[in-house]
C-alpha cells in the first residue's frame, strides 16, 4: 500500500467516521434482534427448528443478494447501495415485533437477509478503500465499530427486559437510533471507491459466482462467521435454558462476546502489522475452540459468560482479516472480490443459527446444537493453516 499523504489526514479521518459509524448501525441492529431471539419465538410460536427455517430465509437473502452485489455497486454506486440498504435492514427490524402469524416472521427476515447482504459488500468496500487511502492495515477498527455497537445494542436489551417495556418499542427505537446514525454518515462517505472496476477478464456480468482465488478466504470466513452469528443468535437462549441464568441476566453472554470482540479489533490492526495475518488467523482459532469447550463442558451463567468472551477474542479479527485479504485479491475490483468471499462467508452467518436450531429441536437440546459450533471451530483451526500472506 502507499504512504498516505499528511495534508489529506483531516479529509480521511472523516471518511474513516463515517465508514466506522455504518458499521457500528449493523452490529447495533443485529444485536437488538439477536438479544430478542425468545421473545420473538414467543411472539410468532415458533420452536427452535421452525426458527431455523426462519434464520435459512435471512440466509437465502442475503445468498441470493450478494452474487449480484458488484453490479449493483457499480450501477447504483457505493454509497447510495450503502445508505438504502441500511434503511431497509432498520426496517426490517422494526417491523419484527408488529406482527403475530407465523407466515409473516418469514419474508421480514428474507428481507432483513438482503438488506444485510448488499449492505455488508457496500460498507466493507468502502474500508478497503480508506483502508488503501491510509497506507496501512486498519480494517479491523472498523469491524470493532461492529462489535462495539453488539455489545450497546446486548445491554439495551438487557435493560429494556428488566424494565419491563413494550419488545415494540425496544426495536422500534433501534431501527430510529440506526436510521439516525445513517443520516449522519452519509454526507461523509468515501467518495473514491472504484464503483465501476471490474476483473481483469472484463466479465461485466450482473450475477458473480466466487471464483478459485476466493475460495480458501471465503471458507475460512464461513467457519469464522458460522460461529460467531450462531453464538450471536443462540447465547441468549442457552443462557437461560442450559446455563439456568435469569432471565434479564439472558443477554450478558452476548454482550461479553461483543465486548471481546471489539477490544480485539481494536489492538487488531497493530497486531496484523507487527504479528501478520497467519499467526493471527491460527492462534485466534485455537483460542475460540477453546472458548466454546468451556461453554459446553461446564454449562452455569458464568463458565457460558467466560466462554463466549474466549470465543469472542479468539474470533474478533478473523474476518477484518478475511475482508481486508480479499480486498487485495490481483484482477479483482474490491466490490467484485469482496462479493465472491461473502457469497461463501455469509452461508455460515445464518446456516449456522439454522442448523444449531435443527439439531436442538432433534435431540431436545440446545447444549448439543451447541456442539457443532465446536465442531466448525475445529474446522477452522485446521483451515487456517493454509493462508499465507
Known amino acids: 500500500m502507499p504512504n498516505v499523504d499528511s495534508t489529506a489526514l483531516p479529509s480521511l479521518r472523516t471518511h474513516r467516521l463515517a465508514v466506522l459509524l455504518l458499521f457500528a448501525v449493523n452490529g447495533f441492529l443485529y444485536a437488538s434482534w ?15 427448528a421452525q426458527f431455523g427455517f426462519v434464520l435459512i430465509c435471512a440466509s437465502g437473502g442475503a445468498f441470493l443478494s450478494m452474487p449480484f ?11 447510495p447501495v450503502t445508505v438504502t440498504t441500511a434503511i431497509a435492514y432498520s426496517v426490517a427490524v422494526a417491523l419484527m415485533p408488529w406482527f403475530g402469524t407465523a407466515a409473516l416472521i418469514y419474508p421480514i427476515f428474507f428481507l432483513m437477509g438482503i ?81 465501476g472496476a471490474e476483473d481483469a477478464s472484463g466479465d461485466e456480468s450482473a450475477f458473480r459466482l466466487p471464483v478459485p482465488a476466493t475460495y480458501l478466504l471465503g471458507f475460512v470466513g464461513l467457519c469464522a462467521m458460522m460461529s460467531e452469528a450462531s453464538i450471536s443468535d443462540w447465547t441468549a437462549k442457552y443462557m437461560l435454558e442450559v446455563a439456568g441464568s435469569a432471565r434479564y441476566m439472558a443477554p450478558w453472554s452476548l454482550a461479553a462476546f461483543s465486548i471481546m470482540m471489539t477490544v ?10 507487527r504479528y501478520g495475518d497467519p499467526l493471527l488467523l491460527r492462534g485466534g482459532a485455537i483460542l475460540a475452540f477453546l472458548g466454546m469447550a468451556v461453554t459446553i463442558a461446564y454449562p452455569s451463567p458464568w463458565s457460558t459468560i ?84
Open 34 to 48: 439477536a438479544a430478542r431471539v425468545p421473545a420473538l419465538q414467543e411472539q410468532y410460536g415458533v420452536g427452535d
Open 69 to 79: 452485489a458488484a453490479y449493483v455497486n457499480g450501477r447504483f454506486g457505493v454509497i
Open 115 to 195: 438488506s444485510f447482504g448488499l449492505l455488508d459488500v457496500a460498507m466493507n468496500a468502502q474500508a478497503v478503500e480508506v483502508e488503501r487511502a491510509y497506507g496501512k492495515a486498519i480494517m479491523s477498527s472498523f469491524h470493532a465499530g461492529f462489535s462495539g455497537a453488539m455489545i450497546g445494542g446486548a445491554l439495551i436489551g438487557s435493560a429494556v427486559i428488566w424494565l419491563g417495556l413494550p419488545f415494540t418499542w425496544h426495536l422500534g427505537l433501534a431501527a430510529v437510533i440506526a436510521v439516525a446514525m445513517t443520516a449522519w454518515a452519509t454526507p461523509r462517505l468515501y467518495p473514491h471507491v472504484s464503483e
Open 264 to 273: 480485539g479489533r481494536s489492538v487488531g490492526d497493530d497486531f496484523r502489522n
Open 306 to 389: 467466560l466462554g463466549a468472551a474466549l470465543v469472542g477474542s479468539g474470533l474478533s479479527i478473523a474476518v477484518p482479516i478475511v475482508f481486508s485479504l480479499s480486498g487485495r485479491i490481483p484482477g479483482l475490483s474490491a466490490s467484485a472480490a469482496l462479493a465472491m468471499v461473502t457469497t461463501i462467508s455469509y452461508l455460515g452467518l445464518f446456516m449456522g443459527p439454522a442448523i444449531i436450531g435443527f439439531l436442538a429441536e432433534a435431540f431436545g437440546s440446545l447444549r448439543i446444537g451447541y456442539t457443532f459450533i465446536l465442531g466448525m471451530l475445529g474446522v477452522l483451526v485446521v483451515a487456517v493453516w493454509r493462508v499465507r500472506e
